[in-house]
């Protein structure tokens, strides 16, 4: 397996455009996560799906961002309009939430998306 | 939110030397796992720790959880100047175990 793949892995946007960053989970994967990375914050939960549903979204700093999961195997975040603190990198991670006695599991991160509104 | 704040944000070492990184959180867990970041890259699995367990060894790595201190540590013994790296715990939380929310991280410089 290829592990979890994001796209693209560099953007540059103008201030108001749409963006839009793709996460492909590792086959056999049923959790998702959105984090986003900079040095004055951290690494922040987003957002996190379980067998496509989103569970929490608490994360999510506005309206202007939305994540969705239209399969088992893929999930957009979509920024729009950005705005330059939206720059940073954002990672998505995918694991086997599994059952039981399978809970406890490690997440796979993909390699982020570094993110530059101007 | 973050709920993990590690200590200290950042350790400098001479190749050889062991590596000691600390961290707290401040709600119930079902799990506590450790993450390495190297520059510009992913965040990479090292270890779990479940909340019934107090110490854990992989390799040159020794976890420990207090789960009464709500406290965990995270040693790298015989260091190298490949470690070098940014470390991270992650807390499964007890409610939602599949929610991993990430501490603040300890930015290690192994000097070779």
């Known amino acids: 397996d290829a592990g979890v793949i994001q796209s693209p892995r560099h953007e540059v946007t103008e201030m108001g455009q749409e963006v839009t960053l793709r996460c492909k989970l590792i086959s056999g994967h049923n959790s998702l996560f959105w984090y986003r990375q900079t040095m004055m914050r951290g690494l922040e939960l987003l957002i996190y799906?379980?067998?496509?549903?989103?569970?929490?979204d608490s994360g999510m700093p506005e309206d202007r961002f939305s994540a969705k999961m239209p399969n088992a195997s893929f999930s957009t975040l979509k920024i729009q309009p950005s705005e330059p603190r939206d720059s940073a990198v954002y990672f998505c991670?995918?694991?086997?939430f599994g059952d039981g006695l399978r809970m406890n599991t490690e997440a796979f991160f993909g390699q982020g998306t570094r993110l530059t509104v101007v | 939110s973050q709920q993990g704040e590690e200590d200290p944000q950042a350790l400098s070492i001479q190749e050889g030397e062991n590596a000691t990184m600390n961290c707290s959180y401040k709600?119930?867990?079902?799990?506590l796992q450790w993450y390495r970041q190297n520059s510009g890259r992913g965040l990479v699995h090292l270890i779990l720790i479940r909340s019934n367990e107090r110490e854990k060894h992989s390799g040159r790595l020794r976890v420990t959880l207090d789960t009464s201190k709500k406290s965990s540590s995270l040693l790298i013994t015989a260091s190298r100047a490949a470690d070098t790296a940014s470390y991270f715990c992650a807390t499964a939380e007890m409610d939602s175990s599949y929610k991993l929310i990430f501490g603040s991280g300890t930015r290690l410089l192994v000097r070779p």
């Open positions: 991670a995918s694991k086997n």
């Open positions: 799906f379980n067998n496509n549903v989103p569970i929490d």
């Open positions: 709600t119930s867990i079902n799990n």
